[in-house]
C-alpha cells in the first residue's frame, strides 16, 4: 500500500467522486423533479439539498483535517464516535448501498444499450444479464490491476460522459424561452393536470429525489488512506461536490425553460434525450443515450472501488472478516473486490425470476446510505463540542444542519424506507458477532445490547409491515 503507484492524486479523486455521483439518474432526473414540483419549488429544492449535502461535505472535509487516522471516514468515523457495532451497522450499510446500486448499473446499462439494440430489452432479460455479467468481470479485472490505472481510467470515462451533459446544458441555455419557464412557476399543479398539492408537499417529493442522486459524495474520503496528499481528501470533496450539485441544478432546473412541467412528467426514459430531441431534433436523442452508457460504465467503475475499499478498511478496522484484508501482487485488495462482485453477479441472476427485484433492490439501496451519513453528521458535532478549538462557531453549524437534515431524510423518507433499511441492516449483525468471537473480544457493551435487543424487535415490526410497503 505504501507504493506511490497504489497512491492517487487531487484529479483523480475528484473523478471518483463525480464518476460515483453522475450516473444513470442525471439523465432522468428533470422528469422524476417535474413529477414533484414546480420550477420555483425545484429551485427551492436544489437549495435545500445543497445546504444539507453540502454541510455533509464539509463535515468530511473537516473530520478528515481533524482526524487524519480515520481512514474510509465513511464508517470509521462512526465507530470512532459510536463503538464497534454503530460502526459495523454503518459499513454494513454503505456496503450494500453501493453493491445494490452497481445490480442497477448492470441493468440500466443493457436497457440503454437497448436503445441501440432491442435485443436486450429493458436490461432486465437473459441476454442483459448475460452482458452484465461480461461488463462486471471486465471491471473486476480493471480494477485488480492497480489503483492507479482503476483511477485513471476512471478519469477518462469521467471525462467522456461529461460531454454529452455540457452539450446538453449548452443547448437548453441557447433555447431557454422565459415564457415556458415562468409559466405556473409555483406549482398550481391542477393547471398541469393533476391535483393542487402545496409548496411544502412538494418541496419534500423534490428532496426526496436529490438526496439519492448524491450518493457518492464521500468517495474521496473513503480513498483517504489512498491519497497521495491528505490535504486532496478534503480538498477532492468540495470540489467534487460544488461541481456536481451545480450540473444537477442546471440540467433539472433550465429544462423547465424548454418544456412544460407537464410535457416533462410525460416524457419516457430518459428524459434527458427527449428534451434534447425537442431543441435540435434525432441527433439529441442519440447524444444523451451514448452518454447514459458511458455514465453507467464509469458510475459502475467508480463504485465498485468504493464498495472494495469500504469492505477492505472494515477488514483492517476488525469489523469485517480477515479473508477481506488479503491483497495481490498490486497492491489491490483481492478477496474483498471479489466477494463484493460475486454478490453483485449473484443478485443479476435475480431479475431472471421477478420483474420486482430492481424496484426493490433500488429502495434498499437508497435507504440503507442514510445511517453512515447521519453517523458522520453526529461525529462531526460530538468531535467539535469535545475539541473546543478554532471555528467550533462554523463547525457546530455544519455539524448541525448536516444532523437536521439526515433526520429530515429519513422522516420524509416514509416508512417504507424505515422498514427496509431495518430489514437489511440487522442481518448483518450475524457478521459482527463472528468477527468478534473469531478475535476472542467482548460482542457488546451494555448500551450496545440494549441497541441490539431494540434492533431485533424493530426486525419483527419490519418482517410483519413489510408486506404492506412493496
Known amino acids: 500500500m505504501e507504493n506511490s503507484e497504489n497512491k492517487i492524486g487531487l484529479f483523480s479523486l475528484v473523478g471518483i467522486i463525480i464518476s460515483a455521483i453522475v450516473g444513470a439518474g442525471i439523465f432522468n432526473l428533470m422528469k422524476e423533479v417535474a413529477n414533484s414540483a414546480s420550477v420555483g419549488v425545484t429551485i427551492l429544492g436544489w437549495i435545500v439539498a445543497g445546504v444539507g449535502m453540502g454541510s455533509l461535505a464539509f463535515c468530511f472535509e473537516n ?25 459495523f451497522n454503518s459499513v454494513w450499510g454503505y456496503w450494500i448501498s453501493v453493491i ?30 448475460i452482458g452484465a455479467s461480461i461488463m462486471l468481470w471486465v471491471i473486476h479485472v480493471m480494477i485488480i490491476r492497480g489503483l492507479d490505472k482503476a483511477a485513471m481510467l476512471n478519469t477518462i470515462v469521467m471525462i467522456a460522459k461529461l460531454v454529452p451533459i455540457l452539450i446538453f446544458i449548452v443547448c437548453i441555455l441557447l433555447a431557454f424561452n422565459k415564457n415556458i419557464f415562468m409559466t405556473d412557476f409555483w406549482g398550481n399543479l391542477s393547471s398541469n393536470g393533476t391535483r393542487s398539492t402545496s409548496i411544502m408537499e412538494q418541496l419534500k417529493g423534490t428532496v426526496l429525489v436529490t438526496i439519492w442522486v448524491f450518493i457518492g459524495v464521500e468517495g474521496a474520503v473513503v480513498f483517504s488512506g489512498r491519497a497521495r496528499k491528505r490535504s486532496d481528501v478534503g480538498k477532492a470533496t ?9 450540473i444537477y441544478a442546471t440540467v433539472t432546473v433550465f429544462s423547465f425553460g424548454i418544456l412544460s412541467q407537464k410535457q416533462l412528467q410525460a416524457l419516457p426514459n430518459p428524459a434527458m434525450a427527449y428534451v434534447l430531441e425537442a431543441v435540435i431534433g434525432k441527433p439529441g436523442a442519440i447524444i444523451v443515450n451514448a452518454g447514459v452508457i458511458i455514465a453507467i460504465f464509469g458510475a459502475w467503475i467508480a463504485n465498485t472501488m468504493l464498495a472494495e475499499e469500504v469492505a477492505y478498511q472494515a477488514g483492517l478496522r476488525e469489523l469485517f472478516p480477515k479473508i477481506f484484508t488479503k491483497e495481490n501482487k498490486n497492491g489491490m485488495p483481492i478477496n474483498s473486490t471479489f466477494i463484493t462482485n460475486m454478490i453483485v453477479q449473484v443478485l443479476l441472476l435475480s431479475f431472471l425470476f421477478t420483474d420486482q427485484a430492481y424496484s426493490l433492490l433500488s429502495k434498499l439501496s437508497s435507504s440503507t446510505i442514510l445511517l453512515p451519513y447521519t453517523c458522520v453528521a453526529l461525529f462531526q458535532l460530538k468531535l467539535t463540542r469535545e475539541n473546543k478549538e478554532k471555528f467550533f462557531s462554523k463547525n457546530i453549524l455544519v455539524g448541525s444542519l448536516a444532523t437536521i437534515y439526515m433526520f429530515w431524510l429519513i422522516y420524509a423518507s416514509g416508512l417504507m424506507y424505515l422498514v427496509l433499511t431495518i430489514l437489511a441492516l440487522v442481518p448483518g449483525t450475524i457478521m459482527y458477532i463472528y468477527v468478534k468471537r473469531r478475535n476472542s473480544e467482548r460482542i457488546f457493551t451494555r448500551a450496545e445490547t440494549y441497541i441490539f435487543v431494540v434492533a431485533i424487535l424493530l426486525f419483527g415490526y419490519g418482517i410483519y409491515m413489510l408486506p404492506g410497503v412493496i
Open 63 to 87: 473530520l478528515n483535517n481533524k482526524r487524519p487516522d480515520l481512514n474510509s471516514g465513511v464508517f470509521s468515523y462512526a465507530q470512532a464516535g459510536f463503538g464497534d457495532y454503530i460502526g
Open 100 to 129: 445494490i446500486g452497481n445490480v442497477a448499473f448492470g441493468t440500466l446499462l443493457f436497457s440503454a444499450l437497448g436503445y441501440f439494440f432491442p435485443i436486450f430489452g429493458n436490461g432486465q432479460n437473459v441476454p442483459s444479464i
Open 238 to 246: 468540495i470540489i467534487g461536490f460544488s461541481a456536481v450539485t451545480l
